[in-house]
T-cell receptor, first 115, second 115 residues
Framework: AQSVTQLGSHVSVSEGALVLLRCNYSSSVPPYLFWYVQYPNQGLQLLLK??????LVKGINGFEAEFKKSETSFHLTKPSAHMSDAAEYFC?????????????FGTGTRLTIIP | GAGVSQSPSNKVTEKGKDVELRCDPI?????LYWYRQRLGQGLEFLIY????????KSGLPSDRFSAERTGESVSTLTIQRTQQEDSAVYLC?????????????FGPGTRLLVL
């Protein structure tokens, strides 16, 4: 069964600094990987997804993530943090196994931006 | 167009009571998913529908939980004889089709508190 691990339940960065949110996956086959963001009192919104077309994936709001098979990682980055990036971020994996339709989520990382 | 909507947004109930949670997916989306998010934890898959059928009920925590979908549209998640451990945010998502690379669009959730 697939799983994801998000290192760091809370991350704080200064406005304008690099954002790095870590995600490692475990899967018996090459997975599809997703990053979702949850703003306060809102539903989850897709930031980006990896579906094997390219290892560097660009998403909305200036975020990107790189799939590294050798490290089983899919870390989320943004060069310069903005106050509006404060939210909770979830990494998720979808197994390519036939009939396995669900997403398996990590426990989330709460990002705080320091003015 | 309209996104996924859920009602009620908040529900407080007494232990032992039954509750019904409603999800209205995006029009035309054939797949519908239910997840649970307990405080401080990641999202936990409960069940998904393809059309009105539920091929995967593996995530339902107990036989007190049931779900149905009608008209390939609205879905209802029912929790019978609620327990305090059922307190969580219940999230619904829909996607255009099933498939491991399909983007799931999430509603804002129903926050359930069992006293």
């Amino acid at each position: 069964a697939q799983s994801v691990t998000q290192l760091g339940s809370h991350v704080s960065v200064s406005e304008g600094a690099l954002v790095l949110l870590r995600c490692n996956y475990s899967s018996s086959v090459p997975p599809y990987l997703f990053w979702y963001v949850q703003y306060p009192n809102q539903g989850l919104q897709l930031l980006l997804k990896y579906t094997s077309a390219a290892t560097l994936v660009k998403g909305i709001n200036g975020f990107e993530a790189e799939f590294k098979k050798s490290e089983t990682s899919f870390h989320l980055t943004k060069p310069s943090a903005h106050m509006s990036d404060a939210a909770e971020y979830f990494c998720a994996v979808s197994d390519r196994g036939f009939g396995n339709e669900k997403l398996t989520f990590g426990t989330g990382t709460r990002l705080t931006i320091i003015p | 167009g309209a996104g996924v909507s859920q009602s009620p947004s908040n529900k407080v109930t007494e232990k032992g009571k039954d509750v019904e949670l409603r999800c209205d997916p995006i029009s035309g989306h054939t797949a519908l998913y239910w997840y649970r998010q307990r405080l401080g934890q990641g999202l936990e898959f409960l069940i998904y529908f393809q059309g009105n059928s539920a091929p995967d009920k593996s995530g339902l925590p107990s036989d007190r939980f049931s779900a149905e979908r009608t008209g390939e549209s609205v879905s209802t998640l029912t929790i019978q004889r609620t327990q305090q451990e059922d307190s969580a945010v219940y999230l619904c998502a829909s996607s255009l089709a099933t498939g491991f690379s399909e983007t799931q669009y999430f509603g804002p959730g129903t926050r359930l508190l069992v006293l």
